[in-house]
């Protein structure tokens, strides 16, 4: 069983940064693609940006593009999402997802996080 457990969500103005974490667990991280998503108030929960099992590719939505970054580092067990410029409209709760099998992108999520709330002040 996959077990993914996201940190670093908070309060930010705009224009400010943050970076979440998420740590995996259950089995070998280094062997499946990772995704980040979020969900606003009232609306369906989103593709943010995802990440290739070596960290060689990756992709985002473009309403993200430019200002966050995904990486990873296989020895931590660990997926990041840098997200600078923050804007009013990334306010959600950020999940972090894990492949199910591997394979190419688009991805296959099947395990989920639990979440973590980032909301930016205008």
């Known amino acids: 069983q996959v077990h993914l457990v996201e940190s670093g969500g908070g309060l930010v103005q705009a224009g400010g940064s943050l970076r979440l974490s998420c740590a995996a667990s259950g089995r070998t991280f280094s062997s499946y693609a990772m995704g980040w998503f979020r969900q606003a108030p009232g609306k369906e929960r989103e593709f943010v940006a995802a990440i290739s099992w070596s960290g060689g590719s990756t992709y985002y939505a473009d309403s993200v593009k430019g200002r966050f970054t995904i990486s990873r580092d296989n020895a931590k067990n660990t997926v990041y999402l840098r997200m600078y410029s923050l804007k009013p409209e990334d306010t959600a709760v950020y999940y972090c997802?894990?492949?199910?099998?591997?394979?190419?992108?688009?991805?296959?999520?099947?395990?989920w996080g639990q979440g973590t709330q980032v909301t930016v002040s205008s």
């Open positions: 997802a894990a492949e199910g099998a591997g394979g190419s992108y688009p991805y296959k999520f099947d395990y």
